[in-house]
């Protein structure tokens, strides 16, 4: 069995990884930290997890962590970077959920993060986890930065439009919502039920740090750099992203659903719909998937791409374990066959 | 008082009507209308409403109704446009809140509702009941025909950019959420709690019914033609419309939040939020108001525009109510002075 | 115009009470005060209030409070015990919503509260504010404690069984559920949309503090000692209460319909549904009203009364200003009459 | 492999077959039916299934049936009586989810559903399929009757009390609340998100068809009659049971703890929470799984138990999983090892 320590897994995508992992047939969490309830039992504080797990929280300790096999970071930003490199030098293999490595340029990472790269040396180093683009490289990667949620979706959507030309790579515009719980489970008044209930609302119009990443994303599939409008929504709901993309297209006509078919042919956890099927995030949920629609509205010439997945699987501990298998050599699907949870 | 007849009380716009000309000081509800329920009282339909009215749903005869100084049409399309003739020869005003006279092209309209107009020299006399354009018109109409929830949201928020010829208007973009009351109170397995909350999902996106009202709307503010790609969500809430727009700038630099204050000074249900606020659908809750945000992010080229409403009100019933106030030359806030349901 | 002050007004209730007063035509709030948003104004924590409110919050004092006619205390326990008499002293009336004034003992206060009560000399002439009780203390009095949400509820559903004398009064349950609005608006995990939506649970089942309140108030219904087995429980939506009582019948066949319909006749906000029409919390939402139901199923020994209202109107804010209107010899209904927000 | 058959594959029990079904080693689903949706992909109409499952909806033809060696009916009441003996003659096993044999006395099922037993000679022959109750039965039945959602939690709870005489039986009182998924996936306007959502009300409270199927149930367990006062609630959510029991305890200080933990030691899907923790409907989303407390509050002679289930999976489609799993003598736990979705 695999041995697999958790950092930091008090937020949500630290049960879900526990959640994911419990179905994993090759894998066995040792070790999961938080300084926060360090001696409490993991099922106490989540007990949908009783009778699943007998671990307790523990200090986040090197020592400990370092006899993993593999080291998930579920921890706000700011905390890998100082712990990852010590682990990387013990042999153990680290799959990054938080914003840490994920930007190769650590002065943008800096401009958008606020404060120095604590290991700047790494950001080559780390292979950025989205399987669907960089599969080869995470088989051999010693780190990987998992993708952020917004940015899975994103992506996804956009990616085989811009490999093909077919779109204007400086006006892309995403409108994305989200679940509450990409928010995290930390108190603030802002995401109090009676604070998000019944509403909807922007945020971070100006500039969300998950712009940055994709920008870098989208130009290394596009060859060039790209422009993008990104606003972020908050949808009144615990689960799931929905990302409704626009983009000029320059050569009208195309058959863009035998594109993306044929795109995300052989890839296991995107899914694309049948024409005039738009998605829902209620079917991804709970499920390691995204689901993808493409139409032309009215035959004019604006793309229009839909993206679903669930923040905390696809978009988060899900495709950490995804990352997790590939480095590993272990099936791609392990651990990850769960069926979307409708209704 | 103003006698007010209600056709098609059923339905959510109806018991929106009850509810607020039920403080409105000069109108009392003569007569409401539903052949399924003739004869039910009204309050035992919607139990909201014990102790304010005393009504029974009656038949709708046009005898009946033209007694009434003003009739609200709270129908699905396609009632109005047979009935308002014999009510408009009678003296009596008609508000439709339907979408029956909102295109002024007959054949337009039969392309996007599928049957020939059965009144269709009545399309040029309606008058398009946006009171921020069209108050003086209104002011004058016996038919005035109740912008759609969608239309109004997106026409508020694109018209001063439009207006004032800043934007391309060959490639607008309207990305649009509504809460689920939008759908109407009809036994549909696709509007079952079970099957819309915690979702969501974009629809209609090769296009919507609303797509040629805001076109031939906006192609008014504009002076020539507009496209518009406009792609609604539905919301896993009751009430709420909030669209986020884009478009591109053909001369960046303008104040355009300064350019939003100065547009919208004097109307009383359109607020413009101070810069970085932006809004959210639960600070209009139940009020007859729009509140508008703009936002260049990143000083690029692309302006975003946010606009909310509560369907039920600024989108349709709260809407009808300011529009007879116009029409009858009263107060145009009376009846309207609810304060937003937060939280 | 009557001057009322606000302390604590970044609350729930306190945004509600300003929501109502908006449209009372007697009152003006002068004052609203928080130490913590001291200088921000009321309509930027509460954009609902735009157009509505100029005022900002200022501090606590006083001397400022005193020039008020009547204030309102908004804020947790512990506060108002500790203001109030030198309010009272300036001839300042005092509506305290907190639960500094509900209970007469002050060693029982103490008890539940875990502290000495800081002006128990006014326990004895704090006037109970249920006005269905106590309609003719409170035209008198200078310091009116409002009723709990959970203890209004629940004794508006019990009153008129228990002063007929025809229950067991030593073994009442109420198993009553709350929006989470009821929790206040407090940065805590537990509260957080991610938390409790989706989701229902029990909670205080050893002992609620609402306990003591309601024991207490069904005492001087009953003219003697009753015990009550009170369960509360979360709902996943903002606003609403519904309690659903149980009582042993020791004369079974009365005419419990009438009994109710008769005890509440003249009341203008208890609202007693016709037999076999149940109470929905959504025909209560933003009215200061309690919708009242009784059964007694398959004609066995147990009565079953189920009692919904707006724990923020007629549990809170709604109330408060009821009781203002009494205490201050206007009408009753003054401010008072919107109607539930349907759908 | 075993090869199983589904009748009614269209609703909300239906999909959860599937759904729990994909992840069992040793079941493959070969057929399922649905006059309505013939010749539809089941993926179709259910996109979470997209990739797991080739079938489509059929009609429901004896013969194809009676292939399978494990049928189930996920169907409203009055199908499976009318076609479950000619399955049985075939040698076919039957796990009814619908209440067609849950009751043993036919008279007392028509009285409740309104008609004559189609099959009443099976009546007696029916395992009730409450695993933790009557397994050894289950393992050699050929027809069981799974428990309604609402009675799993209410025996469940209830079921230590009474086996060990501790309360009064005559006076038990249930105050449940269930997600709008129990309602079924019919088209009805009392279950729109638009009427359900955002509210909480009580229904059927002068007699539920649950009711004397938990009497049934309960009697047996106390070896005598029970009578039980039961009301229903709907929770504005999709998912999840919460049952709230009290009961006047005969001899009190009893360690109630010990009882229930004792009582449930070796049941894999029934779990005791330690004291004064109580149990979320959250917690058990999509798991299989009963979660229980028990509390007296303040030292008086009434009990309080809470009990949680997911009315889809330990209420319908899981406990059906499970009773198949006895009935086949495979691993009781197999197919049902899912962690709760929490958040």
Redo the contacts between chains.
């Keep these: 069995m695999i041995k697999v320590g958790i950092v930091g897994g008090t937020g ?1 995508t630290g ?1 879900e990884l ?2 994911l992992l ?2 994993h047939e090759e894998a066995e969490v040792v070790a999961i930290t938080s300084r926060a309830e360090c001696g409490r039992r993991v099922d106490d504080l ?7 797990y007998e671990l307790a929280f523990s200090e986040p300790e090197p020592g400990l962590l370092a006899t993993c096999d593999v080291v998930f970071f579920a921890t706000p930003h700011n905390v890998a970077m100082n712990l990852v490199p010590e682990l990387l030098d013990a042999g153990t293999r680290v799959v990054d959920l938080s914003a840490d490595y994920r930007i190769r340029d650590a002065s943008l990472w800096s401009e958008w993060y606020g404060e120095p790269h604590a290991s700047p040396r790494l950001l080559s180093e780390a292979v950025y986890g989205l399987p669907e683009v960089n599969r080869q490289s995470i088989a051999t990667a010693r780190l990987v930065a998992c993708p952020g949620c917004y940015p899975t979706s994103v992506q996804l959507g956009f990616i085989p439009l811009l490999a093909a030309g077919l779109v204007d790579p400086e ?1 892309l ?1 995403a ?1 994305s ?1 989200s ?3 990409g ?1 995290g ?5 802002d ?13 971070a ?3 969300h740090r998950h ?1 940055p990443e994709i920008e870098q994303g989208l130009a290394d599939v596009a060859g060039r750099e790209v ?1 993008l ?3 972020p ?1 908050l ?6 992203i ?1 990302s ?1 993309l ?1 983009a ?1 297209l320059s050569a009208p006509g195309e058959d863009l659903q035998a594109l993306y078919e044929s795109w995300y042919r052989d890839e296991p956890f995107v ?1 694309v ?1 049948p024409p ?12 390691n998937r995204c ?1 993808l ?1 493409i ?1 032309v ?2 035959q ?1 010439d ?1 793309v ?1 791409v ?1 993206a ?1 997945i669930d923040n905390l699987v696809k978009g988060a501990s899900g495709q950490a374990v995804q990352n997790m298998n590939i480095m590993l050599g272990l099936p791609e699907e392990m651990g990850l ?7």
């Design positions: 949500y049960v526990l959640r419990a179905l989540f007990p949908n997890l009783r009778g699943v006006h515009i409108s919502a679940g509450v719980s928010a489970r930390q108190a603030k008044v995401n109090l039920l009676s604070e998000v209930s019944d509403s909807f609302k922007a945020y119009v100006g500039g712009l422009r409008t990104f606003v929504h949808l009144p709901m615990i689960r799931g929905h409704t626009f000029r899914d719909l005039g099927v738009f998605p829902q995030t209620r079917t991804v949920k709970g499920a689901q629609s139409q509205p009215r004019r604006t229009v839909m679903t066959r769960q069926v979307g949870l409708l209704p």
